[in-house]
Structure formats: C-alpha cells, structure tokens
C-alpha cells in the first residue's frame, strides 16, 4: 500500500528532472546552457527548438522552484549566506580603501555589490512610449503616401 503522503510525479517533471541533472550537472558544455541540456535531453531535436524550449524549461515555475532550491542548499552547504558575502565585501572595501596600498577596482567591485545589495540606486531609463500615426506618415517618402489608402 502506497504512503498517503506520497507525491504523484507527473511525466512533465521527470522530464524537469532528467533537464536539471545536465543543467546542473559539471561538464561544461551543458552546465547552465539551458539549449544544450534540452539537446542532451532530446538529441534530435533542432538547435532552435533547443533554444526555445530550453528557455521555457528554465523559465518554468517547477524548474525555478528546484534552481531556488538548489541554491540555498547548496549555499547552506558552502556556508556562504547573504551576511556572509555583505560581511566580506565591507571588508574588502576597506581593505582596498587603505591608503597606503589603495585598490581602486577591488574597492570600485565592492561597493557596487554592497549598493545593489540596498537598492541605492535604480537604473533608470527614459522610454517614449508616445505613437502618432500622422508623425509615422510624415516620415514616410511621398511615393510611399500615393501609395495609401484614401482615409
């Protein structure tokens, strides 16, 4: 008799499964190539089906939770956390901030980890989002307009 508790696993997330073991796994041609590990997956398939599907595998909720997953556990293992890296950085900042032996990049790196870390600042980026279709037409060669439909 079957644990109550048990998970189904649908054949969906074997597939899932069987894409993280060459997404995940060491050898470098398919560690985090998400087309190369769908090809390892399914050999005959095209490199541009790879491509697109690889990207959907990746993108997928399943996939996301597992790489979260992975992740911590594997940071947890290394015992690298958040504090740990936050903690590091500052000290490299001041390190390279000596001023008897100053490391401009180290100190530059450093920084820019600990302000992204915060938020400090947002790349920000202006969008014209306005379309006029009399200014489209006014770009367009005179030989181009005879060739439109009366309004």
């Known amino acids: 008799m079957a644990k109550a508790n048990k998970e189904i696993v649908t054949a969906k ?5 069987e894409f ?3 997404y995940l796994s060491n050898n470098p041609k398919t560690r985090y190539n998400a087309t190369q590990s769908y090809l390892q997956l399914y ?11 690889g990207s959907r595998y990746v993108a997928s909720t399943y996939i996301q939770g597992r790489l979260a997953k992975f992740k ?3 940071a947890e293992k290394i015992g690298v956390t958040e504090g740990f890296v936050l903690s590091n950085a500052k000290e490299v900042v001041e390190r390279c901030m000596n001023p008897d032996d100053f490391k401009e990049q180290g100190a530059i790196n450093s920084l820019k ?13 202006e969008v014209d989002h306005h379309f006029s279709v009399e200014n489209k037409l006014n770009e367009l060669p005179p030989r181009e307009v005879q ?3 009366p309004a």
């Open 147 to 149: 060739l439109l439909p």
């Open 13 to 17: 997330e074997i597939k899932y499964e």
């Open 113 to 125: 980890l600990l302000g992204s870390y915060h938020a400090m600042w947002v790349e920000k980026k």
């Open 20 to 22: 993280l073991s060459h």
């Open 43 to 53: 050999p005959n398939a095209s490199y541009d089906l790879a491509r697109t599907d």
């Open 72 to 74: 911590q556990s594997l």
